[in-house]
């Protein structure tokens, strides 16, 4: 049982650029979240899911796109990468609603 | 819209030493209350939360929470700290409706001298 898997580990980015950062959750969790961290911040949602096929706007969405075809996966897409964007990025799951968040070990992102 | 307020952004403190960590949200309403912990270069893990029933919640590694609602806070509190606490803690309440979303505080960095 991996839990949260995120692809890649790290990652920089020339301005304008993109790419799609994976996430794939291995415990058929319905619930699942893409959150981004800058330092001193704390955590903002970017975009959220309540199940396949269901998608939403979280706090911070413009610049990002997701989808969600399968339970497992959620994929989240950058589009014109700009420097606003470098940041560390997190998914995570949840089985139920208000039920404990497992998170994967995040994707540092550098947008230069 | 909901908010949570970490009022110490550093805490220091000697090895055994007891520790709180304050969180204050801002909503009058029910909600559920988290505290996540985050080792460094790692994702966040759930130390404990607070659905409903007693106020006072335990956790994993011998942490724990009171909830009061009156003063709309849900401090973290450990008796006698070690070196390896040393971590970033973030409080969260999650936002009335059926989407389970969280809202984070600022995160509280533990730093454990020995």
């Known amino acids: 049982n991996a839990g949260v898997t995120q692809t890649p580990k790290f990652r920089i980015l020339k301005i304008g650029q993109s790419m799609t950062l994976q996430c794939t959750q291995d415990?058929?969790?319905?619930?699942m979240y893409w959150y981004r961290q800058d330092p001193g911040m704390g955590l903002k949602l970017i975009y959220y899911s309540v199940g396949a096929g269901i998608t939403d706007k979280g706090e911070v969405p413009n610049g990002y796109n997701v989808s969600r075809s399968t339970t497992e996966d959620f994929p989240l897409r950058l589009e014109l990468a700009a420097p606003s964007q470098t940041s560390v990025y997190f998914c995570a799951s949840s089985e139920t609603l208000y039920n404990e968040q497992f998170f994967g070990p995040g994707t540092r992102l550098t947008v230069l | 819209a909901q908010s949570v307020t970490q009022l110490d952004s550093q805490v220091p403190v000697f090895e055994e030493a007891p520790v709180e960590l304050r969180c204050n949200y801002s909503?009058?309403?029910?909600?559920?209350l988290f505290w996540y912990v985050q080792y460094p270069n790692q994702g966040l893990q759930l130390l404990l939360k607070y659905l409903s029933g007693s106020t006072l919640v335990k956790g994993i590694n011998g942490f724990e929470a009171e909830f009061n609602k009156s003063q709309t806070s849900f401090h973290l509190r450990k008796p006698s700290v070690h070196i390896s606490d040393t971590a970033e803690y973030f409080c969260?309440?999650?936002?009335?409706?059926?989407?389970?979303?969280?809202?984070f505080g600022q995160g509280t960095t533990l730093q454990v001298k020995p």
């Open positions: 909503s009058s309403v029910s909600v559920y």
């Open positions: 969260a309440v999650s936002e009335p409706g059926n989407t389970g979303k969280l809202i």
């Open positions: 415990m058929n969790h319905n619930y």
